[in-house]
């Protein structure tokens, strides 16, 4: 395998993007999953050293600090981290020396994927994966499928999917006479002489890869629109193991391709907008900072291009019949994606409310009796619906 430069010599824009989406997704996650009493682990599949040479802290340390947060607020919690590494054991465990809670496991991660995978393991702990290999071909999709089917108490992942490498390894394999673009050269990515496309298979779950790049070879599909292809194909597989997918693409501004795909699998809708709403978050803020950076997401025509119609028409194609404003929001992110958080949606239904959008509410009123106007869902049951327009008068 080749995998290109020195990874942890600095710590860099898409390193931070990731880190800053799993920092501030585990506070929230933690407070939530623990108020349950069951065991809590959070598992860094591929750790790493825990901080960069440029002394900016990685996974495990980010990981480490959260366990720490929540064990000082309340001491008799069974929650762990768990961090996965051969190469940098020990540097990792020196920087983690005063981390409380925190377990080092040294070996390979497929390896080690066994020990979640055996029986001995119990199944009424909570598990947090995340997954961030150098290359793609640690990523078999068979062993997130046979962890969720293991029947822990609950299972989220957080994947980290070299998917233009992944492309750019299927091209090799099967010698493409089409070029790729001379962009794609510099992208990181993993190549092995023994690499094999069955092998590639198993990564992505199944051939149609194979079927994509076929396409690109036809010119039916430029590369930028087979990785689109290809990350919808991959999405598309992981729901059929975990209710609600989403992900976030991060690319590099002057090529205009995703460097890799972040993806996140859970069953549980409080998971689901809470994510989304930190991916689009980070995804915005690097969009207000890339005029004095390297790191590109979406210039402004191709974010209102995604965004398209006003908020107010995508809620209203969600509207056949009233419904529950849970399952309105789930409905939407699994058709836009992040390209509006949680908020946004409840905003907009908020000022058009009586004029465009019926809003029932149960409890009707306060505590104080006066009439609800609430849009937390976890606290007030709301059904949404349209108000039919009413018919201009015919032209004389």
């Not at 690109?216 to 992981?238: C, N, P, S, V």
Request: glycine content about 6%; some cysteine; proline content about 4%.
């Amino acid at each position: 395998m080749a995998v290109r430069g020195n990874f942890f010599e600095e710590k860099r824009d898409w390193s931070k993007l990731k880190d800053q989406i799993l920092d501030h997704y585990l506070g929230p996650y933690l407070a939530k999953i623990t108020t349950s009493g069951r065991p809590t682990r959070i598992a860094d599949c591929f750790a790493g050293k825990g901080r960069f040479d440029d002394g900016q802290p990685g996974s495990p340390l980010i990981i480490a600090k959260h366990v720490a947060a929540i064990i000082a607020r309340t001491p008799a919690l069974d929650a762990k981290a768990i961090f996965i590494e051969q190469k940098y054991a020990a540097e990792l465990r020196a920087n983690l020396a005063s981390a409380p809670n925190c377990e080092v496991i040294e070996g390979e991660y497929e390896q080690c994927l066994h020990w979640f995978l055996s029986s001995r393991l119990d199944r009424g702990r909570s598990y947090f994966f995340y997954v961030d290999p150098y290359g793609v071909k640690s990523l078999d999709f068979d062993h997130f499928a046979r962890l969720k089917e293991v029947g822990f108490q609950s299972l989220e992942m957080l994947i980290n999917f070299n998917t233009t490498g992944f492309l750019r390894e299927g091209c090799r394999l099967l010698k493409l006479a089409r070029a790729v673009p001379d962009w794609a050269d510099d992208l990181d990515y993993e190549t092995d002489g023994k690499n094999t496309s069955a092998r590639m298979d198993e990564v992505a779950g199944g051939d149609y890869w194979q079927t994509i790049l076929a396409d690109f070879q036809a010119g039916t599909l430029d590369f930028h629109q087979a990785e689109e292809k290809f990350i919808a194909g991959y999405t598309d597989r992981l729901r059929n193991h975990f209710t609600y997918v989403v992900n976030i693409p991060i690319k590099d501004r002057s090529r205009h391709l995703p460097k890799y795909r972040l993806v996140f699998a859970t069953d549980y809708h409080d998971g689901l907008f809470l994510m989304a709403d930190e991916m689009h978050a980070a995804w915005r803020k690097l969009l207000d900072q890339e005029r004095g950076g390297q790191l590109y997401l979406f210039d402004a025509t191709e974010l209102e291009a995604l965004r398209g119609a006003t908020i107010q028409d995508k809620v209203i194609a969600e509207l056949e019949a009233p419904i529950d404003l849970r399952d309105l929001l789930i409905r939407l992110i699994r058709k836009h994606g992040i390209a509006h958080t949680t908020g946004e949606y409840k905003k907009a239904i908020k000022e058009r409310e009586g004029t465009m959008f019926s809003v029932a509410r149960d409890p009707a009123k306060t505590p104080t009796g006066r009439p609800s106007l609430s849009m937390d869902h976890n606290k007030v049951r709301i059904i949404v619906g349209t108000i039919p327009q009413a018919r201009l008068p015919l032209q004389q």
